[in-house]
């Protein structure tokens, strides 16, 4: 059975198997926010810290139908809090308190010569969990076609799309394994997420990470109903994992996040495009303010199954 499930990973794609030697099956892991001031502005001049906070739990479950097909499933739970001591108007969502529901479900078909395409439906429920009605949801997907060109390098090429409460978001994405040396390896969801990996022995692990994805959230408080938050980052920095004992893993990260911004718009303030570098058709007016970039640290616990 194990055998069957290491298949799986390994025709599916990097996300949690790189070319190393364990796959993650569960993840539980939190965030830590450094405190940033506020950017003052004409319409802001707060003089206290925002502190952000999260939380993530992932769990992985895949089913094997024959050799040659998978039914991949996975769910994912997220959690962003973003708290100070300020008092703001009562149309502002603060603190700001929102949550991610994430289901991926959908097949994975290998060809003859190793190749596969996945496509992966990709419901959400984006929300303050506040007044949930359909508006909290969220639909899209991704699809991937997969070629393998040697033993050490494996490239998907596809796109994600969301239809995100702001509007179409589309990605373009590559997803690479590529082992470098028996040392090295590289793995990633580009430009979603990527690791540079060193192993320095069977236990330990070192590298650089990065994370960079674009989400959003619908408010259900009665005084901002239906508004939305927007929440933007990309997380760069270091990364060092160790095997505690058997399946058991502990990961740290610590680095540094550009562009963070949590954004309140009007349910009705939308755009036409997003894509990775540029959006399209963009005359929003944001309603809170922004603070400032900073350092985070990062822990997960993670269950995983050795190659």
Known sequence: MKKRIVLIFMVFCGVQLSAQESLDIVTVSGHF??????IADENSNFKGDATERGAMVNLVVPIVLNE???????????????????TM???IANPIQIHGLILRTGFIQKFENGNSIQAIFIPRLMSDFKNIN???FQ?????????????????GYGALYNQETFGVNIVPLVNLEWKMSERWSMSGLLPIYSKIKYKVNDKLNLGMHHFGLVTSYRLGEEAYQNDYIERRSIDLGLFARYNLFGNIHVEGRY???FGRSYA????NDKIDLALPLATIGDNRTQKNANFNDGTYAHIRLVYAIKL
């Open 33 to 38: 926010g450094s405190p940033q001031p506020y």
């Open 68 to 86: 040659k097909q998978i039914w991949y499933n996975s769910v994912n739970y997220m959690q962003w809090n973003v708290n100070n001591n300020e």
């Open 89 to 91: 108007p009562v149309d």
């Open 134 to 136: 359909g508006k909290h």
């Open 139 to 155: 639909f899209g997907g991704t699809f991937i076609y997969e070629k393998i060109y040697n033993e050490n390098l494996k490239i």
């Open 255 to 257: 680095g540094y996040s």
């Open 264 to 267: 309140q718009y009007d349910e």
